[in-house]
């Protein structure tokens, strides 16, 4: 079973960074979309950024563009995607979410993606 396990969470002010780990242990998302989510109280969970690991075109939602970053690295058997939020905005606080699936189609549906990590808290005070 696909597993994906979220950390990098944590509470910071207005301003600051926090960089987001996703440890996937399947490797049969080497080549497909991986995403990160976030879901705020009451709100749908809403695309924040996604690639394909091939080579793929970035997305990003309006709101983060110029200030998160979507990134992967791989290890041995274990695939990492990373979240880099610079500038965090009270706006910004939600939990945030990784997400994969199989193809080189990203879309912006959390309904589209089979696998899911367990999802990180990231807080932004003013």
């Known amino acids: 079973q696909v597993q994906l396990v979220e950390s990098g969470g944590g509470s910071v002010q207005a301003g600051g960074s926090l960089r987001l780990s996703c440890a996937v242990s399947?490797?049969?998302?080497?080549?497909?979309?991986l995403a990160w989510f976030r879901q705020s109280p009451g709100k749908e969970r809403e695309a924040v950024a996604s690639?394909?690991?091939?080579?793929?075109?970035?997305?990003?939602a309006d709101s983060v563009k110029g200030r998160f970053t979507i990134s992967q690295d791989n290890a041995k058997n274990t695939l990492y995607l990373y979240l880099q939020m610079n500038s965090l905005k009270p706006e910004d606080t939600a939990m945030y979410y990784c997400?994969?699936?199989?193809?080189?189609?990203?879309?912006?549906?959390?309904?589209?993606?089979?696998?899911w990590g367990q999802g990180t808290q990231v807080t932004v005070s003013s």
């Open positions: 997400a994969a699936r199989i193809g080189a189609y990203c879309p912006l549906s959390s309904l589209s993606f089979p696998d």
């Open positions: 690639f394909y690991t091939v080579g793929g075109n970035q997305y990003y």
């Open positions: 399947e490797y049969t998302y080497l080549r497909g979309c």
